[in-house]
């Protein structure tokens, strides 16, 4: 943790020092509003993916917004949302861990909490763990729908994974678990559309087994922000995961938008500083490795086309500099992360600004949180 803050309420946002994580709360409101409006009176209930910002702060914007809850991914990120308040968490992961599977019975005693299975070990420990401790656990059944992850095989595997949830009182079988993470980016919109077309059918297929079976399946949740809208109208998925869509990053950006997708603004931002301009070509920045995911490639440089974003280092980022740039030493430009997610879990707190000045700091507060 820094031993002070990058700036303080009410500065002006030339002073924030850097390298700094910046949220623009204008456009970040708008996101929030927008995707609240695309889900109204659709029978489709957001459960906000809170690994994306991992901010209590922004967690209890989206409930009051109608999000019925969020998602995490670790056991430990969760905790840190139920403690702050948020009463519906379901932590889209499975977990073989006896130890983490008692914390997150303890969390199940404060608020409503659920997790995913794809074997049935995994409902074992489960079971175990909840009879003796007599607490009630949402269980889903994660199925693989396409993104070769994480999924119970669709079929007899997944029915009999939810059979043995609901003869396993008090795990209650919450539903089906369909994600289909690697149709976020699919770059042409024809590929995302027919990416969920298929998750959706193998998801209805499942659904329609259970009840056939007797197993009553209200809830399929998956999505993510590249795709939402088609899960919503796909007449199956009646939750949806989005997360990133608060912040929007570079690589979410490279996606080619299709006529009907539902695009959202950047609106994080690491803010830094030219250090070094030892070439008329070449200027260098303190942000690095250690200041913005590059797992999904470089980010860019926001609204400035005479600058590109060369390579990063641990505390380094080289900037190839354009014959007609008017770049100097000491400015400070603002970079669009090519990933929000990693990029957020590198910084304590979020400086959020509106109109030219600082209006809060909001602590990062599951920063870390990996059990």
């Known amino acids: 943790m820094s031993p002070w803050h990058a700036a303080q309420i009410g500065d002006p946002v030339d002073s924030i020092d850097t390298p700094a994580l910046v949220l623009d709360l204008n456009a970040f409101e708008r996101n929030l509003k927008r995707m609240a409006d695309a889900l109204k009176h659709k029978g489709v209930r957001l459960r906000a993916h809170a690994k994306s910002h991992k901010c209590p702060e922004i967690a209890k914007r989206q409930v009051a917004l109608g999000a019925v809850g969020v998602c995490c991914q670790k056991i430990s990120e969760a905790a840190v949302f139920v403690e702050a308040g948020i009463q519906d968490v379901l932590v889209t992961n499975q977990t073989m861990s006896a130890n983490k599977v008692a914390r997150l019975l303890a969390l199940a005693k404060r608020a409503r909490m659920g997790i995913l299975v ?101 809830r399929i949740t998956g999505a993510g922000t590249g795709t939402f809208w088609l899960e919503r109208d796909s007449g199956i998925f009646n939750e949806v995961q989005a997360g990133s869509y608060i912040f929007m990053d570079r690589d979410y950006s490279d996606n080619q938008p299709g006529p009907e997708d539902l695009l959202f603004e950047h609106a994080l931002f690491v803010r830094t500083t030219v250090m070094s301009h030892p070439t008329a070509e070449r200027a260098i920045v303190d942000a690095g490795l250690k200041a913005s995911s590059v797992d999904s490639g470089m980010p860019v440089v926001w609204q400035r086309p ?25 400015d400070a430009l603002m970079l669009v992360p090519g990933h929000c997610d990693p990029t957020v879990n590198l910084y304590d707190e979020l400086v959020c600004v509106r109109d030219g000045h600082v209006e809060a700091l909001w602590p990062i507060s599951a920063r870390g949180a990996l059990l």
């Not at 005479?306 to 380094?316: I, Q």
């Not at 900037?319 to 770049?327: E, F, I, K, M, Y």
Request: glycine content about 8%.
């Open 118 to 218: 794809d074997h049935l070990q995994q409902v074992a420990i489960l079971r175990q763990q909840a009879q003796s401790a007599q607490v009630p656990l949402d269980v889903y059944v994660e199925v693989n729908v396409g993104a070769n992850r994480c999924g119970a095989a669709p079929g007899e595997e997944v029915l009999r994974l939810a059979r043995d949830i609901m003869a396993s009182p008090p795990l209650r079988f919450a539903g089906l678990h369909c994600y289909h993470g690697g149709a976020q980016h699919m770059r042409l919109p024809d590929d995302r559309r027919k990416a969920i077309e298929s998750a959706s059918d193998i998801a209805r297929q499942m659904r329609d087994t259970l009840h056939e079976a007797g197993i009553p399946c209200d």
């Open 306 to 330: 005479d600058l590109k974003f060369l390579k990063a280092s641990d505390e380094h980022g080289v900037l190839q500099v354009a014959a007609s740039s008017t770049l100097k030493l000491g």
